[in-house]
Each structure stands twice: as structure tokens, then as C-alpha cells.
């Protein structure tokens, strides 16, 4: 099985054999798959750190948490990473932005077509299950996590 660095151009490659939409930013070396949760846009960004031979696979959830919501959408997100074998669940307060990540080291490791796939379905798929619920927390007044 071919194997292949997390570099942009490598990215890219494998972005077209997948067949995925996505958008680039080559001055930046990102990536953004298109992508809906909840029926809106929230693409599956392919974020380099080269300075610290990093890549992070996100999705920020397509909703804000009003300010008045943080606590209990914090101890949700708590609940959530005690729960993920992989990843982690942040609340970005300067934006009241929820997002999901993993993030991959870069140096001295390559990644086949199925294991990148294999870290793209565990960020997607825990956003997709997780995003109803903290909606209903951050949205709709919910106290508590209610996962299906």
C-alpha cells in the first residue's frame, strides 16, 4: 500500500482520489472539504502546523453559542471528550465557535489512503453526533447532554 507525508500537494492528491469537493489556500497550506452538519455548511479543514510538524483534521459545529451558554456547553464538551478514544471537543470563546479536532504529527510519519480516511470519518462522525445535541444546549436552552 503507498504511503505518502501530510504535505499540501500530498493533501490535495489524496482530496482528488477520494473524489472530495474542497477548497485550498495555497499560501497557507489548507484545506477545507466541503461538508454539511445539520444541514449547513461546516467543511472538514485540513489545518498545517509545519512549524511544530503538525496537521489538524476540524469541523467547527455551523452554530454560535451565545455567552450566557458557555458553562453548560463546557460541561457538555467535558462529557464528550471523557467519552472520545480520539480527538477533542474545544469551545472557542472568542467566537463562540464549537469544533472537533485531531491532530496528526507530521515528522517521520507517513499515512496511507484508508488511515487518512480512517482520521477524516472519526473527526466527521463525532461532530455529526455530537451536533444536535450541543445545539439544543447552546440553541435551546438544554441543561443537559442527550446523546441518541
Known amino acids: 500500500m503507498a504511503t505518502f507525508t501530510l504535505t499540501y ?4 492528491a489524496w482530496c482528488d482520489r477520494q473524489q ?8 497557507a497550506g489548507q484545506l477545507a472539504i ?33 455567552p450566557e451558554r458557555y458553562a453548560v ?5 467535558t462529557q464528550l471528550n471523557s467519552r472520545s478514544y480520539m480527538g477533542s471537543w474545544v469551545l472557542n470563546p ?3 465557535e464549537i469544533y472537533f479536532r485531531v491532530t496528526l504529527p507530521t515528522l517521520d510519519n507517513e499515512y ?7 482520521v477524516a470519518r472519526v473527526v466527521i462522525g463525532s ?22
Open 9 to 12: 500537494p500530498n493533501l490535495t
Open 20 to 27: 472530495f469537493q474542497y477548497l485550498t489556500n495555497p499560501q
Open 34 to 66: 466541503l461538508y454539511k452538519i445539520l444541514g449547513a455548511d461546516a467543511p472538514l479543514q485540513l489545518l498545517p502546523y509545519p512549524e511544530r510538524s503538525m496537521l489538524t483534521l476540524a469541523v467547527s459545529l455551523p452554530f454560535a453559542v451565545p
Open 73 to 77: 456547553i463546557k460541561e457538555a464538551l
Open 94 to 96: 472568542d467566537k463562540g
Open 112 to 118: 496511507s489512503d484508508p488511515g487518512l480516511l480512517f
Open 127 to 148: 461532530a455529526e453526533s455530537a451536533a444536535a445535541p450541543l445545539y439544543r444546549i447552546a440553541q435551546q436552552g438544554e441543561d443537559q447532554l442527550q446523546l441518541p
